[in-house]
C-alpha cells in the first residue's frame, strides 16, 4: 500500500475519534449541569372551612316508644372549596303524619359557603325568614326567624375570628322569645314540649374558628300523646375553618449572608487568610480567561483531542516507517 494511503487511511479514523470524544466531552457539560439544577415543590397550605345552614340530631320514637326513628339530616352543609343555596328540605318518616314527607326547613335565603386559599380559609352562613319544623308539630313551626349570619375567618399568622348575628324577631314554638346574649333560654309551652335555645355561640384557638347562630336542645312530646315524642338537638347557622400554615421562605431568600464564597472572611487563624487569598486567585484567573461554569468540560474536549490527535501522528510516522 502506498504510504500516502496508508496516512490518510490513520488520519482519517483518528480525526473521527477525536471529533467524537470531543462532543462527547462537551454534551457531557450542559447535562450534568442541567441534572444539578433546584427542583420547584408544592404542597398543601393545610387550610380548611366548612359551613351548614341547618343540622339536626333528633331521635323521634313513636307509638310510646315502639318504634325509633333517628333525624339526622343537614341542609347545604358545604366543605371547601364549595357553596349551595338550597332553600327547601324535607325528610320522609314512616308512621310520622300518615306517610307523608315532613318539612323540615323552609326559607327565603339559605346560603352556605366555604373558600379556602394560600392565605385565609372562611365559612359562611345565613338564613332569612326561616321556619324549621319537627315531627308530630306539622302546623307547629319549632323555631322561626327573620335573619341570621354566622361567618368564621381564619388567616395565616393572625388571630382567628368567629362571630354570629341574629336580625329580628325569633318565635319558639309559637311564642316569641327575648334571647340571652352569651346564655340560654329557656322555653316552656305546656301540652307541647319545651326548648332550651342558645343564642350566638362562638369558639376560637389559635388557628381555628367556629361559629353557630343557634343552637336549640328539644324536648318536644304534643299533648302528652307519645305519637311523636322528639329529643335531640338542631343547629342553625354553622361555620367553621382552619387557619392555613404560613408560607415557608425559599431557601435562597432564608441563606445567611455569609454563606456564599464572595462573603468569606478571616476570622482570625493562620489558615482563613490562605484560603481566601487561594479562592481569589482562581477567580481571577478564571476572570483573566473568561472562564466560566463549563470551563472544565471544554478543557477535557481539549485534551481528549489532543491525545487522539497524537496517536493518529504516531501511528502515521509508524506507517512510513514500515514502507
Known amino acids: 500500500m502506498p504510504s500516502s494511503t496508508f496516512s490518510t487511511a490513520l488520519r482519517t479514523p483518528a480525526r473521527r475519534l477525536a471529533t467524537t470524544a470531543v462532543a462527547t466531552a462537551l454534551a457531557a457539560g450542559p447535562v450534568a449541569l442541567a441534572a444539578a439544577g433546584p427542583a420547584a415543590a408544592t404542597g398543601d397550605h393545610g387550610g380548611r372551612a366548612s359551613a351548614v345552614v341547618l343540622r339536626t340530631g333528633l331521635d323521634v320514637s313513636l307509638l310510646n316508644k315502639t318504634v325509633n326513628v ?107 322569645v327575648t334571647l340571652s346574649v352569651g346564655g340560654t333560654t329557656e322555653i316552656k309551652v305546656p301540652g307541647v314540649g319545651e326548648v332550651s335555645l342558645g343564642l350566638s355561640t362562638t369558639s376560637t384557638t389559635s388557628t381555628t374558628a367556629a361559629a353557630s347562630a343557634l343552637q336549640l336542645k328539644v324536648s318536644v312530646n304534643p299533648l302528652k300523646l307519645n305519637v311523636a315524642e322528639v329529643n335531640g338537638e338542631v343547629t342553625l347557622a354553622g361555620a367553621t375553618c382552619e387557619a392555613p400554615k404560613p408560607a415557608k421562605p425559599s431557601p435562597a431568600a432564608s441563606k445567611p449572608a455569609g454563606d456564599s464564597a464572595d462573603d468569606i472572611k478571616p476570622q482570625g487563624g493562620k489558615e482563613a487568610a490562605p484560603v481566601a487569598a487561594e479562592q481569589a486567585a482562581t477567580k481571577s484567573d478564571l476572570a483573566e480567561t473568561g472562564g466560566n461554569s463549563t470551563t472544565p468540560y471544554v478543557a477535557g474536549g481539549a485534551i481528549v483531542l489532543l491525545v487522539a490527535g497524537g496517536g493518529a501522528v504516531a501511528m502515521a510516522r509508524r506507517g512510513r516507517a514500515r514502507s
Open 70 to 176: 333517628p333525624l339526622k339530616v343537614a341542609l347545604n352543609e358545604v366543605q371547601a372549596p364549595a357553596s349551595a343555596e338550597k332553600t327547601a328540605l324535607t325528610v320522609k318518616l314512616d308512621g310520622v303524619d300518615a306517610g307523608r314527607p315532613v318539612s323540615v326547613l323552609r326559607a327565603d335565603v339559605a346560603k352556605a359557603r366555604a373558600t379556602v386559599d394560600d392565605h385565609r380559609a372562611e365559612g359562611f352562613t345565613q338564613l332569612v325568614h326561616a321556619k324549621v319544623h319537627v315531627p308530630g308539630l306539622p302546623l307547629l313551626s319549632l323555631i322561626e326567624v327573620d335573619q341570621v349570619t354566622s361567618k368564621a375567618l381564619c388567616e395565616a399568622g393572625k388571630k382567628p375570628v368567629a362571630e354570629s348575628n341574629l336580625l329580628g324577631s325569633v318565635t319558639v314554638l309559637g311564642k316569641k
